[in-house]
DNA sequence: GTAACTGCAAAATATTTGCATCCTT
DNA sequence: AAGGATGCAAATATTTTGCAGTTAC
């Protein structure tokens, strides 16, 4: 059985085009995608509506988070291990590249631990890295 | 003089009335701001396009920076120390308070150093720590 | 067959641009 | 006076919602 219906079923999530193709994109990258990367990746075959909910409801199970940022918009990637339901567990590097614009997970790189002051309690805690990637240098 | 005039100042800014505002809702709280809330806190006085254009003047100055979310839109708050035009230096971790949803600086917690592999070139680094706050708990 | 998923239309929200006018220096 | 800053209108971009028709199981 491909990667995508293992992932489905794993999930409880009916097999679907949309949710198989938006899978797809992801599988055969390396780099977090936009929600335009998609539309393009799924060469427009799906409504905007039906991506966006289609990536809320892998973002629900667990399937892909989301890698914040300032500037440029929200991008999506697969959480490789781990997260479950309502729980992710992403414990790694986000990189974004200057000079190409990219955003990839370092998965090899995980976030160093950090202590705060008395009184708060962490939760979950994101890294991301702005630079020059690899390829651009 | 006012803090306000001496960081306008110090930046070559002219003195205009929404500059004035946008500096005084920063100084005014210990929190991280939305475009909303500048808003909201300079009475509705501004066109929204105008609070638009004077945070990025002050971005641009390095006056104010900006803190990346997955969620939540973008949030602006005061540069302590140390940036200057065209180069912000801001080294420390922000907190997002999943139960009230304030953003804060973090001031005192710097940011971890990180060693990525070879061949990224690491320019800013953002931190990013979800959970409670001490006002929260 | 039924619940869930999708497409379409439209609303709501966020951000940017052009331009004429006004203000700071 | 001159250049920069502002307000308004409007374009553009992003995300959400309602609903009717379609599909997966």
């Known amino acids: 059985m491909s990667d995508v219906l293992t992932i489905l079923k794993k999930h409880h999530l009916s097999n679907t085009d949309s949710r198989r193709a938006v899978l797809e ?23 905007r509506v039906t991506i966006y909910r289609t990536l809320q409801t892998f973002i629900d199970k667990g399937i892909v988070h ?29 990189f974004i590249c200057d000079a190409c614009g ?21 939760g979950k805690i994101d890294m991301v890295v702005n630079g020059v990637c690899p390829e651009c240098q």
Chains 1, 2 share one sequence.
């Open 102 to 122: 990219r955003t990839s997970c370092l998965d090899d790189v995980a976030i160093p631990s950090v202590s705060l002051p008395k009184g708060y309690k962490v």
């Open 25 to 47: 994109a992801f599988l055969q990258t390396e780099i977090a995608l936009a929600h335009q990367d998609i539309e393009r990746e799924t060469k427009e075959r799906f409504d």
């Open 66 to 94: 989301t890698i914040p940022s300032a500037d440029s918009g929200t991008r999506y990637a697969l959480c490789r291990e781990n997260c479950s339901e309502g729980h992710h567990h992403d414990n790694h590097v986000h």
